[in-house]
C-alpha cells in the first residue's frame, strides 16, 4: 500500500527535485560551450567522398573442385588420344615401334604417379593413374590385334579381364601405390568379367552362365565383407548385389521350367549356394537392416530352390502346398537360439512372405464361393443344382489348379495361431486364425462338390458359428468380435443368393438367418450392425414368404410392412444412438420396399402409405424424433388420402377432404391454445395440406373455371390470414397454392402471347432481365435476407 506525504512535505520534496535538476543542467551547458570554443581553435578538415569499395565476386566453386575438373577433362583427352593412336595411327609403325611407343607410355604412365605422390599432388597422381590404367587396356587390345587375331574374342576378353584385374590389384597394393583410390576399385570391376565371359566362350549353357555369375557375386561378397569401408568395399557391394541378381533370376527362371528332378536339382544347387552365400552374409553383416534383407532372401531362394526339384512330379494342385510346407519349415529354422537376431528377423518374414503367396493363390477360388452365387439372383427357383460347385459358379468357368485351397488355409491359419506369440502381434493372428479359418471352410465343400443342401447346412453353420463367437468373446478376445460380425454378415448374403435355386431353401435359409442375427442382437454386442442384418433379412424372408404364398406383389407389401414395424418398436428400446439410427434407417428402407411393391395397385399403395404413416406417428411419439417424424407422418397421411381418391375416381376431392382439414385444423388450434411453442406446420400444415393440395391437383385439369376461382379465393384467404397472424404454414402453403392457381389460369393466354411475339423477343426480354438483375444484384440480396428475417420470425 502507498503512503501519500502531507501537502508540505511533498512541495518540499518537488522544490528539490528541480533544484537538482537545475544544477545538473548548468554543468551540461558549461561544458557544451567549453567543446564548442575548442573545437573552433582546431584547423577544419577538407571533406572527400569516400572512395568506393572494390566489388568482391563470391567464388562458384572451389579451388580443389576446379583441380579435379581439370584433371578429369586431361585425362579424357589424353586417353582419346591414346584410343585414336592405338585404333588409326598403328598401322603406320612397325612392330619395334609399336612395343617401344605403347610399352614407354604405358610404363612413364604407371611411374608418374610415384613422384607426384611424394610431392603431394595427391590429385594428379590420381589422374595419371587412371590413364595408366586405361593405357594397359589399349595394351591387351594391341596385344590382340597383332599377335592373337586368330583366337576366340570372348576368350582372350575372359583372360585379359583377368590379367587385368590381377595387375591392376597388384599395382594398387604396392607400398607407394597404396594412397591410390582407383586401382582397386578398378581391378574389382574387371573382375566381374573373366568367369562370366569364360563360361560363354565355353558354351556353358544358362546353368553354367547363372553359375558363373553367382561366383563373383560370392567373391565380391567376400571382399566386401573384409575390406574397410570406402571405396572398395562400395565397389564390391555393387558388384555382389548386380552379378547377384542377374545370377539369381537365371536360376530361378531354371527352377521353375525344370522338366524334371534332375534339371531342378542343378537349379536348386546354384540357388542353394546363392542362399549359402547370402545367410553368411548377414551373419558377418554389422548393419541390421541388411542382415534382415539378406536373411529374407536366403530364406526365399532356400524354399524355391527345394520346391524346383519336388515340383516336377507332383500334380499341378499340389504345388502351391508343396512350397508352403517348405516355407513353413522356416519357422523351426528361425527359432534357433543359436541365429544372431537379425538372421531370425529375416528369416521369419520370409516364411511370412512364402504364406502370403499362398493365400493369395488361394483367394481366386474363395471370391468365387461367396461372390459367385450373386449370379442365380437371375434365375430364381430355377431348380437345385447338381453340386456345390455349380451352385457357385452358376456358369463360371471352374478353377481346378485350386483344390488345394482349404488345405493351404488351414496350413496358414495353423502356423499363425501356434508360431505368433507376442503380446504385439497375438492378437493381428487370431484375427488372421479367426478369417483363414472361415475362408477354409467356406471352400472346401465346394472343394469336394458336396450336394446343394449340404452346402447350404454348412453355411448356415459356419454363419451361427462366427455370431455364436460374437456372443462368447470375452474381455481377453474381444478381438474377435467386429471380424467374426462382419464374416457373418458376408456369409449370410451369399447365402442368401446361394438358396435363390429353390422355394424352401429360400424360405428356411432366410428364417434361419433372421433368427440368428435376431437372437445375437438380444446380447446387445455389436448390435449396431446385427439388428440391421436382421432387419434386412426379415424384409427378404417377408417378400420369399408372400411369393411362396401365391401372392401377388401388393399383397406381400403387407407383410414387409412387419419388418418397419418391429424395427420401430426396436428403436424405441435402443439407448445407443448409432444403434437406433441405423435400425430407423433399416426400417425406413423396409418401407420404402413395401411401397415400391404396393406401387402397381392404388388401393393397396393407400393402405400401405396409411400403415406406413401409422408406424411413424408411433415413431413421432418420442421426444427425440417428434418433430421429422411429425413431418413425415402427416406427408404419409395426405398421400394416402390423395392416393385413395385418386383410386377411387373421385373427381371433386372437396366433399371428403374438408371436413378432415376442418377437423385438423381445430385440433391444430387447440393445441396451440394449450402450447404457443408448437410450430405452425404442426398445428395447421396438414389440415391445409389436406384441402388445398387435392384442390390444387383437380384444378390443374379442370375445364371449368369455378374450381380455380373458388380455390385462389381460399388461397388468398389463407395467406393474408398467415401474414395477419404471422404464421409461416399458412402464408406459404396459401401462397405456393395461389401462385400455381393463377399460372393456371394465365397460361392460356401466355401461349397465345407467345406465338404471337416474334421469335427474337423471348431472347431479348431474357437478356433485358439479367441485366436488371445483375444491376440490382445487391439490392436483391437485401430483399431476400429481408424476406428470410420475416419468415424466421413467424411460428
Known amino acids: ?159 585379359a579381364a583377368a590379367v587385368l584385374a590381377v595387375v591392376w590389384t597388384g599395382y594398387g597394393l604396392l607400398p607407394r601405390t597404396k594412397a591410390l583410390r582407383l586401382p582397386l576399385p578398378a581391378a574389382l570391376a574387371a573382375a566381374q568379367l573373366p568367369l562370366l565371359l569364360g563360361a560363354v566362350a565355353a558354351d556353358a549353357g544358362p546353368y553354367g552362365i547363372s553359375g558363373a555369375l553367382l561366383v563373383t557375386a560370392a567373391c565380391d561378397t567376400l571382399v566386401a565383407l573384409r575390406a574397410a569401408a570406402g571405396l572398395v568395399r562400395i565397389s564390391a557391394t555393387v558388384g555382389a548385389y548386380g552379378t547377384g541378381a542377374w545370377g539369381v533370376l537365371g536360376a530361378v527362371w531354371l527352377s521353375w521350367t525344370a522338366g524334371g528332378p534332375g534339371t531342378g536339382a542343378r537349379a536348386a544347387a546354384l540357388l542353394l549356394f546363392a542362399a ?87 483367394l481366386p477360388l474363395l471370391a468365387l464361393t461367396v461372390l459367385g452365387p450373386a449370379g442365380g439372383a437371375a434365375r430364381v427357383w430355377s431348380g437345385a443344382p447338381g453340386g456345390a460347385r455349380q451352385a457357385v459358379s452358376v456358369g463360371a468357368p471352374w478353377l481346378p489348379q485350386s483344390q488345394t485351397a482349404p488345405l493351404v488355409l488351414a496350413a496358414v491359419a495353423a502356423v499363425l495361431a501356434l508360431a505368433v506369440r507376442g503380446a504385439t502381434w497375438r492378437p493381428r493372428a487370431l484375427t488372421g486364425v479367426l478369417v483363414l479359418g472361415w475362408s477354409a471352410l467356406m471352400v472346401a465343400p465346394v472343394v469336394l462338390d458336396v450336394p446343394y443342401p449340404a452346402l447350404l447346412v454348412v453355411e448356415v453353420l459356419v454363419t451361427a458359428a462366427l455370431l455364436a463367437v460374437v456372443t462368447r468373446a470375452g474381455a481377453a478376445e474381444s478381438v474377435f468380435a467386429l471380424p467374426a460380425v462382419v464374416l457373418a454378415l458376408v456369409t449370410s448374403v451369399s447365402l442368401g443368393f446361394l438358396s435363390l435355386a429353390t422355394r424352401s431353401a429360400t424360405v428356411g435359409v432366410l428364417t434361419a438367418v433372421t433368427a440368428l442375427f435376431a437372437a445375437v442382437s438380444l446380447k446387445r454386442r455389436l448390435s449396431v450392425l446385427t439388428l440391421p442384418a436382421a432387419f434386412g433379412h426379415g424384409a427378404a424372408l417377408a ?99 390423395w392416393v385413395r381418391l385418386a383410386a377411387w375416381g373421385v373427381t371433386a376431392p372437396e366433399p371428403y377432404t374438408v371436413p378432415v382439414s376442418v377437423a385438423a385444423l381445430v385440433v391444430g388450434l387447440l393445441r396451440r391454445r394449450r402450447d404457443p411453442q408448437v410450430s405452425s406446420w404442426v398445428a395447421y400444415g396438414p389440415g391445409l395440406a389436406t384441402t388445398l393440395v387435392p384442390s390444387l391437383a383437380a384444378a390443374w385439369t379442370d375445364v371449368y373455371a369455378t374450381r380455380p376461382w373458388l380455390l385462389g379465393a381460399a388461397a388468398l384467404l389463407v395467406t393474408l390470414l398467415g401474414a395477419r397472424r404471422r404464421l409461416r404454414a399458412p402464408l406459404l402453403l396459401g401462397g405456393g397454392v395461389l401462385v400455381l392457381d393463377a399460372l393456371h389460369e394465365l397460361a392460356p393466354y401466355l401461349v397465345q402471347i407467345a406465338g404471337l411475339l416474334p421469335r427474337w423477343v423471348p431472347p431479348a426480354l431474357a437478356g433485358v432481365l439479367l441485366l436488371v438483375v445483375g444491376a440490382t444484384y445487391e439490392q436483391r440480396l437485401r430483399d431476400v435476407r429481408r424476406a428470410r428475417d420475416v419468415l424466421g420470425r413467424m411460428d
Open 276 to 362: 549359402g552365400v547370402a545367410l553368411a552374409a548377414a551373419w558377418r553383416d554389422r548393419a541390421p537392416g541388411h542382415a534382415v534383407g539378406l536373411s529374407l532372401a536366403a530364406g526365399l531362394l532356400a524354399v524355391i530352390a527345394l520346391g524346383g526339384v519336388v515340383r516336377p512330379v507332383l500334380p499341378a494342385p499340389w504345388t502351391v502346398p508343396a512350397y508352403l510346407a517348405l516355407g513353413i519349415a522356416l519357422v523351426a529354422v528361425a527359432g534357433a537360439d543359436r541365429l544372431p537376431e537379425a538372421v531370425r528377423r529375416g528369416l521369419a518374414v520370409a516364411c511370412a512372405a512364402v504364406q502370403g503367396v499362398a493365400v493369395l493363390w488361394a
Open 1 to 159: 500500500m502507498t503512503q501519500v506525504p502531507p501537502p508540505s512535505e511533498e512541495l518540499r520534496l518537488i522544490d528539490t527535485e528541480l533544484w537538482q535538476l537545475n544544477a545538473r543542467r548548468a554543468q551540461l551547458l558549461a561544458r557544451r560551450a567549453w567543446l564548442v570554443s575548442r573545437l573552433q581553435a582546431l584547423p577544419q578538415p577538407t571533406w572527400t567522398p569516400p572512395a568506393a569499395a572494390p566489388v568482391s565476386h563470391h567464388p562458384e566453386t572451389g579451388a580443389p573442385r576446379v583441380q579435379n575438373v581439370l584433371l578429369l577433362l586431361g585425362g579424357l583427352l589424353l586417353t582419346i588420344a591414346a584410343v585414336a593412336f592405338t585404333l588409326v595411327s598403328w598401322g603406320h609403325l612397325g612392330i619395334g615401334g609399336r612395343s617401344l611407343v605403347l610399352g614407354a607410355v604405358t610404363v612413364a604412365a604407371l611411374a608418374a604417379p610415384l613422384p607426384l605422390l611424394g610431392r603431394g599432388l595427391r590429385s594428379t597422381a590420381e589422374a595419371v593413374a587412371g590413364l595408366a590404367l586405361a593405357l594397359t587396356v589399349l595394351d591387351a587390345y594391341a596385344l590382340y590385334a597383332v599377335a592373337l587375331a586368330g583366337a576366340d574374342a570372348t576368350a582372350y576378353a575372359s583372360g
Open 543 to 641: 417378400c420369399a414368404a408372400g411369393a411362396a404364398a401365391g401372392w401377388a406383389p401388393q399383397h406381400t407389401a403387407l407383410l414387409v410392412l412387419v419388418v418397419p414395424a418391429v424395427a420401430a418398436l426396436c428403436a424405441a428400446r435402443v439407448s445407443d444412438t448409432r444403434t437406433t439410427v441405423v435400425v430407423e434407417v433399416a426400417g425406413a428402407a423396409a418401407g420404402c420396399l413395401a411401397i415400391a411393391l404396393a406401387a402397381v395397385d392404388a388401393g393397396m399403395l393407400s393402405l400401405v402409405l396409411s400403415l406406413s404413416a401409422v408406424i411413424v406417428s408411433g415413431t413421432a411419439l418420442r421426444p427425440d424424433r417428434r418433430p421429422a417424424a411429425a413431418y413425415a407422418a402427416t406427408a404419409l397421411f395426405a398421400l394416402a388420402a
